[in-house]
C-alpha cells in the first residue's frame, strides 16, 4: 500500500507562525510564509505559502499563491499556484487554483474551479 504524504514543516524555514494559542479576527497580510496553527476568523492576503496546521481552525476568505490545509478550513480560497488538503484535514470551501490536489482521507465539502496558470 502507498504510503500517504504527510505534510511535515521544518518551522524554522517558515517565516511567520501563529501558535496555538492565539485566536485572531481582521485582514491578515503577509509576503513570504505562513503557518497557522491557532484560530482565525476573517481575510488573508499573501503572494507566498498560508500553512494552515492540524491543529488550526481557519474561517475566511484567503488569496494566496499556495494553500496548503491539514486543519479545518471554512470560506473561499483562491490560489495563482495550488492548493493541496492533506489527510485529515476538514474543508468546506470555494476553490480556485490552476491545480488542487485532495489527498486520501481528506474530507471536502465545497465547489473547485480550475484555471490556467496563464
Given amino acids: 500500500m ?6 511535515v514543516e521544518d ?3 517558515i517565516d511567520t507562525v501563529i501558535a496555538d494559542d492565539i485566536v485572531f479576527r481582521g485582514n491578515l ?3 513570504s510564509s505562513l503557518k ?3 484560530n482565525i476568523e476573517g481575510k488573508i492576503e499573501s503572494d507566498g505559502q498560508l500553512i494552515i496546521g ?3 481552525k481557519v474561517s475566511a476568505d ?3 499563491a499556495e494553500v496548503n490545509i491539514s486543519g479545518q478550513f471554512n470560506g ?3 490560489a495563482t499556484k495550488k492548493i493541496e488538503l492533506l ?4 474543508t468546506a470551501a470555494d476553490l480556485i487554483a490552476p491545480e488542487v490536489s485532495i489527498e486520501p482521507g481528506a474530507i471536502f465539502n465545497g465547489t473547485c474551479t480550475m484555471e490556467d496558470k496563464g
Avoid: L, Q
Fill in 2 to 7: 502507498a504510503e500517504i504524504k504527510e505534510m
Fill in 11 to 13: 518551522e524554522n524555514k
Fill in 29 to 31: 497580510i503577509f509576503k
Fill in 36 to 38: 497557522i496553527k491557532g
Fill in 54 to 56: 492540524r491543529e488550526a
Fill in 62 to 64: 484567503v488569496k494566496a
Fill in 76 to 78: 473561499k480560497i483562491r
Fill in 87 to 90: 489527510k485529515k484535514s476538514r
